[in-house]
C-alpha cells in the first residue's frame, strides 16, 4: 500500500486494542507488554498527547504516540508494519508530527530507540534527528538505548502569537 493511499487521523478510543498489539509485537517484542490496550487508552484520551494513525484500506498501517510539554515533546512510540515499510508511512507520520510540534511552538523533540536498531536509527537520522547519549540497560535492564533529539527552535525563546486574519 502506497503512501498516498494511506489517511492520517488522530487515533479513536476503538484502536486501542490494534495499536496495543502493534506496540507489543513491533516495539516492545521481548520486553514485556508495557502499552496494553488500557494504557493505549489512556493515551488517547491524554490532551497533552497525540496519537496518529496512519490508516489504509487493510486498516492501521503504523502509528505514533507523542507527548507535549511546555517546551519539549517525546516520540513515546513510532511503528509501521514491516509490510508497510519503506514506502512513505513513517515519513508521512512524522512530518505530521513535527508540523504538529511546530505549531505548538515546540524546541525540541526528544525519542529512544533500542540502540541496535540501525533501521530506526537511519530512518530517524534522515528526518533531522540527532545522537544525544546511549543508555546502558534502559529497556528493563536488557538493552541498551540510544536517545536523540530534533531541535525546531532555541528553547527559551519568544514564539510568535496566532494572529488571525481579519
Partial sequence: MPAASIVLRLARPTDAPALALMSRDLIEAGL????RPESM???IAD??????VAAGA???????????GAERAHLVLF??????QRRGI???MLDWLLASAAVAGTASIHLELRAANRDAHAFYRAMGFHDTVQVPGYYQSQEAALRMVRVLRAPGAVVEAWVPPW
Fill in 79 to 84: 511503528a509501521v508494519r514491516p509490510s508497510q
Fill in 90 to 92: 513513517g515519513r508521512q
Fill in 32 to 35: 514485556g507488554w508495557r502499552y
Fill in 58 to 68: 487493510r486498516g492501521v498501517a503504523g502509528f505514533a504516540v507523542m507527548s507535549f
Fill in 41 to 43: 487508552a489512556r493515551l
Fill in 47 to 52: 490532551r497533552d498527547t497525540q496519537v496518529l
